[in-house]
């Protein structure tokens, strides 16, 4: 069976596509808004830890209505939820028999709910996996440390190809630099660098 995942090149869904690797035929899909290349960093890792690599077109204008939440929001959750949500779909629509993310079990945004995963199963007859939604992040972490070599820093300065790095362009290009700082907070993210 082939499974399309949503895959940014960090150690979530990196873990994601191992821990489903003996069971579906996994491609690694980037969503990106065309703003920027990102998701050559996307396509790098996917490389390195041996899987095939996709990237889908996502709809600019989510990206920017994205972008007005969360300036109005102050914080970055329900523009980046939203964004999740049309990759989703995005996603569903291309002729997987199963989708998945790299959604975990403690994770604030973005999130699946039972709701709506089953909506996307039966609007498009797709499976839909979050293999790490049992995993908190401790978990995750070890799993990561025993498989992955793994670069962890401040987001602002790891390659990698989510859906944040993008919105921060047109964050900056619509409000200016200023804004960026005050929707997203400081924190790390990863960027998977192959086996370990």
Not at 48 to 62: K, N, P, Q, T
Not at 177 to 187: Q, R, S, T
């Given at each position: 069976?082939?499974?399309?995942?949503?895959?940014?090149?960090?150690?979530?869904?990196?873990?994601?596509?191992?821990?489903?690797?003996?069971?579906?035929?996994?491609?690694?899909?980037?969503?990106?808004?065309?703003?920027?290349?990102?998701?050559?960093?996307?396509?790098?890792?996917?490389?390195?830890?041996?899987?095939?690599?996709?990237?889908?077109?996502?709809?600019?204008?989510?990206?920017?209505?994205?972008?007005?939440?969360?300036?109005?929001?102050?914080?970055?959750?329900?523009?980046?939820q939203?964004?999740?949500?049309?990759?989703?779909?995005?996603?569903?629509?291309?002729?997987?028999?199963?989708?998945?993310?790299?959604?975990?079990?403690?994770?604030?945004?973005?999130?699946?709910?039972?709701?709506?995963?089953?909506?996307?199963?039966?609007?498009?007859?797709?499976?839909?996996?979050?293999?790490?939604?049992?995993?908190?992040?401790?978990?995750?972490?070890?799993?990561?440390?025993?498989?992955?070599?793994?670069?962890?820093?401040?987001?602002?300065?790891?390659?990698?190809?989510?859906?944040?790095?993008?919105?921060?362009?047109?964050?900056?290009?619509?409000?200016g630099?200023?804004?960026?700082?005050?929707?997203?907070?400081?924190?790390d993210?990863?960027?998977?660098?192959?086996?370990?």
């Open positions: 069976m082939e499974l399309g995942l949503l895959y940014s090149g960090g150690k979530d869904s990196t873990l994601a596509a191992l821990l489903l690797d003996d069971f579906y035929d996994v491609t690694l899909v980037t969503g990106h808004f065309g703003v920027t290349d990102d998701w050559e960093h996307a396509k790098a890792a996917a490389e390195s830890v041996g899987f095939a690599h996709e990237r889908i077109e996502l709809d600019e204008a989510a990206a920017r209505d994205a972008v007005e939440k969360m300036v109005a929001d102050g914080f970055p959750r329900n523009g980046i939203a964004v999740h949500e049309h990759a989703l779909e995005r996603l569903a629509a291309e002729g997987f028999d199963a989708i998945a993310d790299g959604t975990r079990r403690d994770d604030r945004v973005p999130t699946v709910s039972r709701a709506q995963a089953q909506s996307l199963e039966d609007r498009h007859d797709v499976d839909y996996i979050s293999p790490l939604s049992g995993f908190g992040r401790g978990a995750v972490d070890r799993l990561v440390d025993s498989a992955l070599s793994v670069t962890v820093g401040p987001s602002e300065d790891i390659p990698r190809a989510d859906y944040e790095a993008e919105l921060r362009v047109l964050l900056r290009e619509e409000h630099e200023g804004a960026v700082a005050e929707v997203f907070p400081a924190h993210q990863t960027y998977v660098e192959g086996p370990r």
